[in-house]
């Protein structure tokens, strides 16, 4: 079983329980899902790099990812409905945990002058957002198989509506914010 979903049902559960003052466990927040989306504007020009980052996407997750589209015309970008535009995907149960763990442990701490993630990245409704400026810092990707630099948006979404609810459960799992002032 993944480390941090036995952490989670072990000694996070109770602290949020605890905290917030819940009468049921079915009331703590939890990690419903991840969804890792890259988008690659420059895929018109080339479609290699649309490709190499559908590739990399998939070595990180573990799973296929799916193409995204454009959903309409924009004259400014010169870029027409239904052309690709990036590639995404959404990781739950198990596999959300596993990645979480990888990003937390590993790849974070990788990360060249990190000072913490920012706790205003959350959307008002206890999603968290955070952005990866290049792909180099996981251990999976070689840096002989990067040809153009990308990079990725990460969104945790949780059960939650509230950001102080999640932003609690996401620093009990270990994510490094940065002290809120």
């Known amino acids: 079983m ?22 049921n466990k079915l009331e703590v927040p939890k990690l419903v899902k991840i969804v890792i989306n890259m988008g690659v504007g420059r895929a018109k ?19 296929k990812p799916k193409l995204t589209r454009a959903r309409k015309d924009i004259a400014g ?64 990707i070689s840096i002989d198989d990067i040809e153009f630099v990308q990079g990725m948006d990460i969104t945790f979404v949780v059960s939650t509506k509230s950001d102080e609810q999640s932003y609690e459960m996401l620093k009990l799992f270990g994510m490094p914010f940065k002290d809120r002032e």
């Open 2 to 23: 993944a480390r941090l979903l036995d952490k989670y049902q072990d000694e996070i559960v109770s602290k949020l329980m605890e905290k917030f003052h819940f009468k």
């Open 45 to 63: 020009e080339n479609k290699k790099i649309l490709e190499d980052a559908m590739k990399h996407l998939a070595t990180l997750a573990c799973q």
């Open 77 to 140: 970008f010169k870029l027409r409905k239904g052309n690709a535009v990036g590639c995404k995907v959404t990781l739950r149960n198990k596999r959300a945990y596993e990645f979480m763990d990888r990003l937390i442990s590993v790849v974070l701490p990788r990360i060249k002058d990190f000072r913490g993630l920012s706790p205003g990245s959350f959307d008002g409704r206890g999603g968290y957002t955070m952005g990866i400026s290049e792909l180099a810092v996981f251990p999976e």
